[in-house]
């Protein structure tokens, strides 16, 4: 394994003379577009996520098993389409896969409404549904990551990631939230149908991006991959397999994915036994488990802040080692403090202090990962790094919901934080904690690239 020249890691010096001026992101029109329909997006996804193994616990009370299948479910269309995805997020303007994720979930979630409304919510109703969302979700998300970078230079990722990620995180704290209250005051049908209007309001919203240009060009020039260029550049690197091998033959890349990973599996987990724990053992509404879930984006948001207004004077590798080792032992208070604190604070702190320091990870971790593959095939790429870092997700939420069936809830959630810190850890070992700035890693993809003889 090539170990990484220190010379492109630490203190590397542009290699331009004169930088471009900044520019401010708000002021570039599909920037603007691209995130006022992704928050939409988001919220529709984070109330699905939360609202469908929830409704298993509390409308179908089945096991904490059939819970995890729910929600594991949405995770299994990573395995199937990711690589899939990422050749058409190369060959196709990313503008058309963003608009067919988004129609196809919130077609899936309004035909579920009218079926409830009808003949009442099953087991394999949400099953299927959860399979269709998950779908739209791997070619959303793929589209949408590659490209981001489309619209940014490699030095303004970070702070556009932070903006980002600022949305998704108000997302995952509205959407949980909102799904448990609305399951307790208006019922399942008009809770799905809020749910379908928010995918519909991403829709519109991505739809007034120019049908011809995707996210590969905007009106001031910004762009600089996708369209017939693009593609006419495409070459070698575009079967399947291509962002998949990349993904595992760059040191810094192939880390990055692992871990991520193995937080993802830890993660659903965590939160399929939480579920679990909160309504049989803690006995609290699906409302207030919800707000607890939804109240770590608050520290996602801070985190992602943060990161974004520090960005220039942190060390991007050493931000990303803490955020990712804080985001594990946050969850570890919770069960570790059970029988001292009562619930409701506790895991309120123990979610806050999760959210805020992988509100950091993720911005540096995204950033990295967009800068680092060749542009050329970054689709391919981006859904190689999905593919083996959410693949893990479905194992994770079927491995919450036995664990809570197996032992007591609260035992499951004390194992799962354990195991999720100690292998957060392995990232010391890693040479990405060596990477000074984000846009110093985008010599790491091109060196790669050269070396490399598909």
Known sequence: M?????????????????APPPRRLWALPVFQKLFVGDAAARVGYQVTLFLLPLLVVTR???????AGLVSGSQFVPVLLFSLGAGVLADRAPTRRLILAGTLARGAALGALGLMCALTGVTFWALLATAFVVGTGSVVYDVGYQ???????RPEELTRGNALLQSSNSVSQMAGPALAGVL???????LSLTLATALFVGAFAAFWLLPLEQGLASDDTGAGSRGGAGGRATAGRGRSALAGLRFTLGCRPLRDLCVQSGLFNLHEEAF??????YGVRAAHLTAGTIGLLIGFGSIGTLLGSAAAGRLADRRHAGRSLVVGLVGASAGFLIGPLLSSHVPTIPLYGTAFLLNGFALGQYNVYAVSMRQAIPPKRFLGSATAGYRLVSLGLAPVGSLLGGWLADRLT????????AVSMTVTSLLILASPIRRIRRVEDASALGGR??????D
Do not use: M
């Open 2 to 18: 090539e170990a990484l020249p220190a010379v492109n890691l630490i203190n590397q010096s542009p290699a331009a003379p004169t």
């Open 60 to 66: 179908l009370h089945g096991s904490g098993s059939q």
């Open 146 to 152: 590659a490209g981001i970078p489309s619209l940014l």
């Open 183 to 189: 399951v307790q005051q208006v019922g399942l049908p």
């Open 271 to 276: 939160l399929t036994a939480f579920l679990v």
């Open 409 to 416: 809830a609260g035992s499951a959630l004390y194992v799962i």
């Open 448 to 453: 790669h690239h050269d070396d490399d003889s």
